[in-house]
């Protein structure tokens, strides 16, 4: 279900000295499949974009068209679309309110109407899929730590059996070892299970080890899309507008600027390191 932006605008309080555009004629498609990193600095306008890919804002001009029909047009059935786009908001207690982590998984494919067997079944098939232990299926979700609460909410979403999903900044908050976790999981619900992922996120390094493809913003409008390698070998484009090429990118530009006879154009870890083993061999 491919998902096209169109010219899309968005105002924030038009009409009134507080007016700002948040997004400013944005257009692109997303394919089946695809994993996608969405980048930009803070009020870039990238969230603000990512709340109309399933209809929970409605643009101001332009509009989002799944599968060739626009979102936004009247009598569009809009549960079915975020079960179909699953959006996991930045902050998981947002998401979560049920009194224990199995009944909050359940609460999305619940509202579909399915029978209460169907609904255990999804529930428990995502909470396994995202790797919550049984023992903390029926703990508060306000009980467990800030990597199993990221979890729970992406479970939740799972459950519904989406073909997108939109993660705004998953790994805010976490230490190292939270945000690979998290990010593995991301890469193995693509690959494992097919489905097209949208990562938020202004981590550059993130983005370069698991996004194949990024899009970018700033002040509210798409500067650049393409693929990572393509993107980050924009530095300064990129430096600009108050973004970094990954840590591994800048440390191959210094070693060559140093007369070593590297490859910049790197943005991954094994891709430098295997550079670098090469560059010293010679």
């Keep these: 279900m491919p998902i096209i932006v169109n010219h899309l605008e968005y105002?924030?309080?038009?009409?009134?000295?507080?007016?700002?555009?948040?997004?400013?004629?944005?257009?692109?498609?997303?394919e089946d499949g695809e994993y996608v990193g969405l980048v930009g600095r803070t009020g870039s306008g990238k969230s603000t974009l990512a709340l109309h890919l399933n209809g929970l804002m409605k643009p101001t001009a332009g509009?989002?068209?799944?599968?060739?029909?626009?979102i936004f047009s009247e009598g569009y059935d809009m549960k079915k679309l975020r079960s179909e786009v699953g959006l996991v908001f930045q902050y998981p207690e947002h998401q979560l309110f049920e009194e224990d982590v199995f009944t909050d998984v359940c609460f999305g494919p619940k509202n579909l109407g399915?029978?209460?067997?169907?609904?255990?079944?999804?529930?428990?098939?995502?909470l396994k899929a995202v790797g919550i232990p049984d023992d903390r299926f029926y703990v508060s979700p306000f009980d467990i730590s800030g990597g199993e609460k990221r979890r729970a909410a992406i479970a939740g979403v799972l459950a519904m059996k989406p073909k997108v999903l939109v993660l705004d900044e998953p790994c805010a908050g976490l230490d190292p070892?939270?945000?690979?976790?998290?990010?593995?999981?991301?890469?193995s619900l693509h690959e494992g299970m097919g489905i097209t992922v949208i990562l938020i996120s202004h981590s550059?390094?993130?983005?370069?080890?698991?996004?194949?493809r990024l899009i970018v913003m700033s002040n509210g409008q798409l500067v650049m899309d393409g693929p990572c390698h393509e993107v980050?070998?924009?530095?300064?484009?990129?430096?600009?507008?108050?973004?970094?090429?990954?840590q591994v990118t800048a440390i191959l530009s210094d070693l060559a600027a140093m007369g070593l006879n590297v490859n910049t154009g790197l943005i991954t870890i094994e891709e430098a390191k295997q550079e670098i083993l090469r560059a010293l061999s010679r």
């Design 232 to 246: 980050f070998s924009q530095r300064e484009e990129l430096e600009s507008i108050g973004l970094a090429v990954p």
């Design 114 to 126: 399915l029978s209460a067997g169907e609904v255990e079944l999804r529930a428990y098939e995502a």
């Design 177 to 187: 070892a939270g945000r690979e976790e998290i990010l593995s999981l991301c890469d």
């Design 63 to 70: 509009g989002v068209y799944v599968d060739g029909v626009d």
């Design 11 to 30: 105002t924030y309080n038009p009409g009134t000295v507080f007016e700002k555009k948040a997004v400013n004629d944005v257009s692109f498609t997303i």
């Design 204 to 212: 550059m390094d993130d983005l370069a080890e698991h996004a194949k």
